[in-house]
């Protein structure tokens, strides 16, 4: 009886181990995935940082200047543009505004004579468009809400608007900085942090003999996570190689397997008569995907394509198709990592950058759109592609064309992860018989950790 309630007592503690080691799996798997997803390993230091600075007092509140900078390495924000929210601290109002406007007035019934240009607790603040009168404009506004990544072009990587609040403190001591800030450039994706106060910001005369400061700032960070900004991938890779005929396609559905019949318009052929009827309605969202019909169903491809072999060298051809009929992608942007970028010799019509997320290791590259001549990317169709050549030199103690040596680790468009193909389906070298066995360890690996799991 004792050996039995002894063995009894065993059972259920290793019972509620068990439990207890897969609720403990589980948890630390659920916050790896949340915590992973808003840190990008190539740009690890890239955000959006949103600066209020105050610059002056009035007799009810202050006049600030806020402005919001693109500190991400190759992620802008593109048409239609940013969107700012937050939620004031007391009961201000929003008097006046230069290069920017709320998208709504709110109930300013309480205010006569004088009207404030918003009355909202949680105004949301738009970009005005370019051609704003010059009146209404300040430094870095009036570009439709459009941002510029940080290393391709630094110059407009910032937007800045100014208003003017009232019954808001006077000082330092009595102002209460905004809450819950929101950014969607333009959709969601941007989570940020609470407004801290920071060193008063200085700024420098024109001719840098006289520096200035504000009266009070503090900042708002946002960093940016795939996962919260689109449900599916926006792009995907295939892959080709000289010296095999298959061509590696984009995984099927690799952005959505809509349906015609079961959702009409999601996707269209392109001699369908449907595609000028939805490109001309006014009722749709000219920014909603409007896809071209295929396999994928993504609105951007990258093609890579292993062209040549020469002794010292090799080339590589890359081809990036446009699949949406709604889109032109302005300031485009591609960003690749292959171990030979540390030796890579010549580009043809694209613009390059190194990027070295791991110090020395120069396996990372940025790659956009020569200025004027291919730097938009035009919307599905016959122009709806853009192309570049890579010339590497071969480093003997690392190069090969066996095990898919020769193709991307990762690639990046506009900042976000495009689909690779799965890894036993690369272009094998002619007479590589280890390609059957390969395939199968996968299944094979996931098939014992999982036993190994259960039998714990």
């Known amino acids: 009886m004792e050996m039995e309630f002894v063995c009894s007592s065993m059972r259920r503690s290793i019972s509620k181990l068990v439990k207890c080691t897969i609720l403990v799996v589980l948890w630390f798997s659920c916050f790896s995935f949340t915590s992973t997803e808003a840190y990008d390993p190539l740009d690890p230091n890239g955000n959006i940082t949103i600066k209020w600075d105050i610059i002056s007092w009035t007799p009810d509140g202050y006049v600030a200047v806020v402005t919001i900078f693109n500190f991400q390495q190759y992620r802008h924000i593109q048409a239609p543009g940013w969107t700012l929210g937050w939620t004031w601290a007391k009961k201000e109002v929003i008097w006046s505004m230069m290069g920017g406007q709320t998208t709504e007035q709110g109930d300013c019934s309480r205010f006569k004579g004088n009207i404030p240009h918003c009355c909202k607790k949680d105004p949301t603040v738009v970009d005005l468009l370019p051609g704003t009168p010059y009146n209404q404009q300040i430094a870095n506004c009036c ?5 510029n990544s940080w290393v391709q072009d ?7 608007f100014q208003l003017s609040v009232g019954a808001a403190g006077t000082t330092n001591k009595t102002v209460r900085v905004p809450k819950n800030f929101t950014l969607k450039a333009p959709g ?9 106060i920071v060193k008063p910001t200085k700024f420098i005369s024109a ?9 009070m700032t503090w900042n708002v960070t946002c960093t940016y996570s795939q996962f919260l900004s689109q449900k599916t991938p926006t792009c995907c890779v295939s892959l080709s190689s000289f010296y095999n005929d298959t061509i590696v396609p984009c995984p099927t559905c690799t952005c959505g397997c809509q349906n015609n019949i079961t959702q009409p318009g999601s996707c269209v052929e392109g001699d369908s008569p449907y595609l000028a009827s939805a490109l001309s309605s006014s009722s749709k969202n000219s920014y909603t995907p409007l896809v071209q019909c295929t396999n994928h169903m993504c609105p951007i491809r990258v093609h890579w394509h292993v062209k040549l072999n020469y002794k010292e060298y090799w080339r590589v051809k890359i ?10 992608y302005t300031e485009w942007n591609l960003v690749v990592q292959h171990p030979n970028f540390d030796n890579l010799t010549q580009i043809f019509s694209f613009n390059y950058k190194s990027l070295t997320p791991y110090a020395a290791i120069n396996d990372t590259a940025m790659l956009w759109g020569v200025k004027f001549y291919n730097d938009l990317l035009m919307q599905a169709g016959p122009l709806g592609n853009v192309q570049s050549e890579l010339l590497f030199r071969k480093d003997k103690s690392t190069f090969t064309f066996e095990k898919g040596w020769a193709f991307p680790r990762r690639i990046y468009f506009n900042g976000d992860n495009c689909v690779m193909p799965p890894p036993d ?17 996968g299944p094979i690996m996931t098939f014992f950790a999982s036993l190994v799991f259960l039998l714990g």
Not at 143 to 147: R, S, T
């Open 188 to 196: 969601p994706g941007y989570t940020c942090g609470p407004a801290k």
């Open 154 to 160: 630094p110059a407009n990587a910032a937007s800045s």
């Open 207 to 215: 001719d840098k003999r006289r520096v200035t400061q504000a009266m």
């Open 143 to 147: 570009k439709g809400g459009v941002i």
């Open 319 to 328: 081809t990036i198709t446009n699949f949406n009929y709604r889109m032109n």
């Open 425 to 441: 389906a690369y272009p094998w070298l002619p007479n590589a018989s280890s390609r059957s066995v390969a395939s199968l360890v």
